[in-house]
């Protein structure tokens, strides 16, 4: 099977075959902003992409629209899922379609009670986190049980429908007769069991849970991301394992509500393609899936990502990291998790920044001075790899890349006809 070649710099071209190579294709890139991430990495990455499905997670609308009509040209789906300006998407994500059982209800409700990356940071008592979580499995059970061809916009409905008021030592609700009535047919079933821990509760106590879990939901889900929720075309991951396709998703590098649901979407691509890869002969995806992600640092916190990477090369899924820092990495995913993180990436780039933190990270990678890495100078890189020596080398100048300067004039030119 043909393999995509892992540009890093001057002199630093690798194969992505595991079996030629012993390592796995994770890439962490470390640099500070404006050394050349995007340019350097990002985009080599898009024009050495023939044969692996892609999903490139961009801030910059620019690229989308510049490698659009590339990957077409190469025999690519090409799908667009634009959390900016949902009305651009050509693909919709609804979370309630890769729901297959009761553990993926609670991980999406999970996914969504802890998308603020404030909660990992927070003393706060986690049994509040908990109750919503519960909170919202019921709702999610009951709207796929009720409801044919079920939407999470209609999860959405259901949830702005409730309402409670105090009644002796617990509440009553305005869903009660609908909960009343799934308990009288399916009384065992999941949505009910989480109904009822949460109508159990003390008015002040379901009062709390609610408003956390209400302000959760309405800094997520704007009016036009549920109106792209109920698109027609989803995206498929199955679809991504089977056949050449590249997903563009853009989200914002300053809106931390898209940064909510884009990562959410990240938790859930991933685990839908562990689980579909688990249950294939071999236990590997048809075709391999490589995820690049810009400002991966600057979003929420990807839920259980750092237990998923540990295991993607298994399952022919692997990731490139675009960092300013690993303080950044630190600060978003915690201590451990982030060694976890980096310590799975069998490739880490180092493009240079002020960071004393990575720097001396770098320095003991090294066995060199910390002066030597700090003072670095602009377009130098060191390319760590495991198994091997570093090497210092420059970083890569796609301008020099004859593709690149005809993608590049193409554009220029479709720009300029679009603006007269």
């Known amino acids: 099977m043909a393999m995509d070649r892992m540009i890093l710099g001057e002199n630093a071209i690798y ?125 999610i059970a009951y709207t796929i049980m009720t409801k044919d061809d079920s939407t999470f916009a209609d999860v959405l409905d259901l949830h702005n429908e409730l309402d409670f008021r105090e009644s002796g030592s617990q509440i009553t609700t305005s869903l ?107 236990g590997r995806l048809p075709n391999p899936v490589h995820m690049l992600c810009d400002d991966f640092a600057t979003g929420s916190r990807i839920l259980n990502f750092p237990e998923y990477i540990s295991i993607f090369r298994e399952k022919q899924i692997s990731v490139t990291l675009l960092v300013q820092s690993e303080s950044q990495l630190e600060s978003m995913y915690g201590s451990e998790d982030a060694t976890t993180i980096i310590n799975n990436c069998d490739t880490y780039l180092y493009m240079g920044g002020m960071d004393l933190k990575t720097g001396r990270s770098i320095s003991e990678r090294l066995n060199a001075p910390l002066e030597e890495v700090l003072y670095m100078p602009i377009g130098q890189e060191y390319v760590f790899r495991r198994g091997q020596r570093p090497i210092r080398t420059t970083r890569y100048d796609i301008l020099r890349n004859e593709q690149y300067n005809e993608i590049t004039k193409r554009y220029g030119q479709q720009t300029s006809d679009q603006c007269r």
């Not at 799934?182 to 106590?205: E, G, M």
């Not at 709390?208 to 036009?224: A, K, V």
């Not at 050449?244 to 940064?259: E, I």
Request: proline letters at 5%.
């Open 15 to 139: 194969s992505t075959d595991c079996s030629e190579t012993g390592l796995n294709n994770n890439v962490l890139v470390c640099g500070s902003s404006g050394c050349g991430k995007t340019m350097s990495i990002f985009e080599p990455r898009l024009l050495e992409t023939f044969h692996s499905s892609l999903i490139a997670a961009v801030t910059k609308r620019r690229v989308v629209e510049k490698y659009k009509p590339v990957f077409e040209q190469r025999g690519y789906t090409v799908e667009d899922l634009n959390f900016i300006d949902p009305a651009e998407s050509n693909v919709a994500y609804d979370p309630l379609q890769y729901i297959c059982s009761y553990a993926d209800i609670t991980f999406l409700a999970e996914s969504i009670v802890k998308a603020d990356p404030r909660k990992d940071k927070s003393s706060a008592d986690p049994y509040w986190d908990d109750a919503a979580i519960s909170l919202l499995s019921a709702e």
């Open 176 to 282: 009660d007769g609908r909960f009343a009535y799934l308990a009288d047919t399916a009384p065992n079933s999941f949505a009910v069991s989480c109904w009822k821990s949460f109508h159990q509760l003390p008015f002040k106590t379901a009062s709390c849970i609610f408003g956390t879990l209400n302000t959760t939901i309405d800094t997520i889900f704007s009016p036009e991301l549920r109106k792209m929720i109920a698109m027609e075309k989803k995206v498929d991951f199955e679809e991504l394992a089977n056949r050449k396709t590249v997903l563009f998703v853009s989200t914002s590098a300053v809106n931390p509500a898209l940064h909510c649901f884009a990562n959410m979407f990240y938790a859930q691509a991933f685990k839908t393609l562990f689980e579909y890869a688990e249950g294939l002969p071999g």
